[in-house]
């Protein structure tokens, strides 16, 4: 499958990175590469086969619904590198 | 420099009678990191002061005769991936470089349950993703056997701090044989344990089916001590197994009888480095001179085992790394800046008139994730997280992702079918010994062509050790590696062993 510049300008998109005009270039040539070799699976027959998520299938783990303690907010916040205290700090979403 | 030869099995026996204090032990590794690390650069961080001052908590508790720990006393490194409470863990990336984790991993509470004395953090790929450790955005690690070669990756930083002599032992993680693949072409031990036989929380991940945290030792018995440390079913980690873990440095000396040894047919193909061959043979032979019988064995689908796991990984890393968005944690871009580009981009299209170009252009709060994010990682975890998005985009999911994990059972099937007729499987861990650093920048397809060995083991969720074996005309080490059916840890440690103790490989050092 051949994949084209405009199709690598929407996965970055997708993918909330921004690539200057040089890594669209070498990302578009790469991604064509990498994905022509993975293309090989193509060739293996896997009808009535399961897809297998995980390597170790493990039955539903379940667990009782108590209140316990967790990470306090201030340490939550701590990470971040905006914020007042309370919540997190991000450009205004809405209003422009 | 003899206390530098001894395994972390050695130490323990002299901690334990008095014979060397924690103090003087942590002070040697300190001494040797000290002396030669700036050469190799295997740490991000050394802890020293932290360190020693553990080291001397331990040596009074032991002398009062207090409870102590398993490995008390004992230097061990931790690959940069795995949380500390309050300390760094960078993961070698920009967008955490500052990122203090605000809990500690499992493994570390229970290392430190254990009494061990962490004296620093080592240098890796970023977020794990490499073969190489070039990929770390703060330093090149050189392998301690030749200078100009690659220690191997992700967990170059590990495999290297204990091939040099600067701490008995060391954590890593393998997704795609990181711990194995460094341990083979650094001349050490490293173990990939059973997906979920040690916990993953608080191991910051890369891909979630893939992730295993595993141990690195100048031993079998050394891999063994650290392995049964770290091993459990841990409720904080819902992949981890609720199986008993058995106490593997007190079996590990045990031989195997009517050992069956696999040899996969697919393993010696074109590409395969002729000394690298001869060594598997010669080990092969080793292991029939101990009583093992050989059976040649065929893994069908192991050819498709690269591109099964480059569509997986990175799909999986993709929607992992959608974390670090520069609000939760670490890095974020410079806002200001950010928003006059916007300004100025708005400008120049309303000026030409261009709608549709206005249309399209991001919101202030998608410029600000895709600037952070452009900053913040860099190339080869970009080609990732573009190579999983693609996989993962409508229209593609189903030939890409939903293909590869059905190719997942296929190559999962093999095993099963394999494991029928032996109970562990000896091969080649790379075709090659250490290449040049620098030698595959610019070709990533190249760099991922060297996992083919070692990523069947992640996709089959088995357990998989890479142990010395040889070395090249040049010097370089050779690894052997062995495979064991899920949750088969003791019979691939007791394997391993056998191997080492009919062999003088893992005595051999680097000389630096």
């Known amino acids: ?96 | 420099m003899s206390l530098l030869q001894q395994t972390a099995s050695e130490h323990l026996r002299k901690l334990e009678s008095g014979e060397v204090t924690s103090v003087e032990l942590t002070e040697s590794f300190l001494r040797r990191i000290a002396d030669v690390d700036e050469r190799v650069g295997a740490f991000l961080r050394v802890e020293a002061d932290a360190a020693l001052k553990r080291a001397v908590e331990i040596d009074a508790r032991r002398a009062k005769g207090q409870p102590i720990g398993r490995l008390a006393g004992l230097p061990v490194a931790v690959k940069d991936n795995l949380c500390e409470r309050g300390h760094l863990t960078t993961c070698a990336s920009r967008i955490l470089a500052n990122f203090r984790a605000p809990y500690d991993a499992t493994v570390i509470a229970r290392l430190r349950a254990a009494d061990a004395v962490l004296i620093g953090r080592t240098n890796m790929d970023e977020f794990a993703m490499g073969g190489s450790t070039e990929n770390s955005a703060f330093q090149a690690t050189h392998n301690p056997w030749d200078l100009e070669r690659t220690p191997g990756g992700s967990s170059g930083g590990s495999a290297a701090a204990v091939a040099a002599g600067m701490t008995p032992l060391a954590l890593g993680s393998d997704t795609g044989g990181s711990i194995r693949q460094p341990a083979g072409l650094c001349g050490v031990v490293g173990m990939k344990p059973t997906y979920g036989r040690v916990s993953r929380f608080g191991l910051v991940a890369f891909a979630s089916s893939l992730d295993q945290v595993g141990p690195f030792g100048q031993s079998v018995e050394d891999v063994a001590l650290l392995l049964e440390t770290i091993a459990g079913h841990d409720p904080q980690d819902s992949t981890s197994l609720d199986a008993p873990v058995p106490r593997y440095s007190q079996t590990v000396n045990q031989p195997l009888k009517d050992l069956r040894i696999g040899w996969v047919r697919e393993h010696f193909g074109p590409g395969l480095d002729s000394e690298v061959e001869a060594a598997v043979r010669a080990a092969l032979d080793v292991y029939k001179s101990l009583g093992a019988t050989l059976h040649e064995i065929s893994l069908p689908h192991s050819k498709y085992a690269v591109a099964t796991y480059y569509v997986i990984a990175p799909s999986e890393a993709s929607s992992n790394l959608a974390r670090y968005d520069g609000v939760h944690y670490g890095y974020r871009t410079d806002e200001t800046q950010m928003l006059a580009e916007l300004e100025a981009e708005r400008k120049q299209l309303a000026g030409a008139g261009d709608r549709a170009g206005l249309e399209m252009l991001d919101s202030a709060l998608v410029r600000m994730y895709r600037r952070t994010r452009a900053e913040g990682f860099g190339p080869e975890v970009k080609r990732r997280i573009m190579l999983g998005t693609y996989a993962l985009s409508a229209g593609y999911y189903d030939a890409y992702y939903l293909k590869a994990l059905k190719v997942r059972r296929l190559i999962r099937q093999d095993f099963d079918r394999a494991f029928e007729k032996v109970d562990l499987i000896a091969g080649p861990i790379t075709a090659a010994p250490a290449f040049k650093l620098g030698e595959m920048a610019g070709d990533p397809l190249a760099m991922y062509l060297v996992d083919l060995y070692t990523v069947s083991a992640n996709l089959a969720g088995i357990p998989a050790l890479c142990l010395p074996a040889g070395h090249s005309k040049t010097g370089l080490p050779i690894g052997l590696q062995l495979q064991a059916p899920p949750l088969q840890e003791e019979r691939l440690l007791r394997g391993a062993r056998m191997y080492e103790q009919a062999t003088n490989w893992h005595k051999q050092r680097a000389n630096l």
Not at chain 1, 3 to 30: H, P, W, Y
């Open chain 1, 1 to 96: 499958m051949s994949i084209s510049r405009t199709d690598i300008e929407k996965v970055a998109l997708l993918g909330r990175l921004r690539l200057t005009e040089a890594e669209l270039d070498t990302m578009t040539d790469q991604l064509a590469q990498i994905v022509g070799y993975v293309d090989q699976l193509a060739e293996v027959n896997t009808g009535g086969v399961e897809p297998m998520a995980h390597a170790i299938e493990l039955a539903n783990v379940f667990k009782d619904d108590e209140v316990a303690p967790s990470l306090p907010r201030e340490e939550a916040l701590a990470t971040a590198p905006h914020h007042d205290g309370r919540g997190y700090l991000v450009p205004a979403v809405l209003g422009d």
